[in-house]
């Protein structure tokens, strides 16, 4: 499975941004798909997940501000994110999981400036 990301850039506090991730394979056969970050000197975290079956589980940190969706014609995973905070700037990484195994997007950057 290759999984692309996309949306990423500079913003401002306060501002949105709207991440994307293109997988190659249908996303209806994926037990669950994800967002993960990784800010400079800190292990990388889970941001928001939804599953096969649409249920989602976000991190405290970003619970009301961030949105996952999935659009399995498109075979595409968006992370909203709104309200973006300084402490928010990471690279953010696609993730799929299936039974067969779990896959990571190259990466694309989000820097928050205050």
């Known amino acids: 499975v290759q999984l692309v990301e996309s949306g990423g850039g500079l913003v401002q506090a306060g501002g949105s941004l709207r991440l994307s991730c293109a997988a190659s394979?249908?996303?209806?056969?994926?037990?669950?798909m994800g967002w993960y970050r990784q800010a400079p000197g800190k292990q990388r975290e889970l941001v928001a997940l939804?599953?096969?079956?649409?249920?989602?589980r976000y991190a405290d940190s970003v619970k009301g501000r961030f949105t996952i969706s999935r659009d399995n014609a498109k075979n595409t995973v968006y992370l909203q994110m709104n309200s973006l905070q300084p402490e928010d700037t990471a690279v953010y990484y696609c993730?799929?999981?299936?039974?067969?195994?779990?896959?990571w997007g190259q990466g694309t950057q989000v820097t928050v400036s205050s």
């Open positions: 394979t249908s996303i209806s056969r994926l037990n669950s």
């Open positions: 939804i599953s096969g079956g649409g249920i989602t």
């Open positions: 993730n799929a999981y299936s039974g067969s195994g779990t896959w």
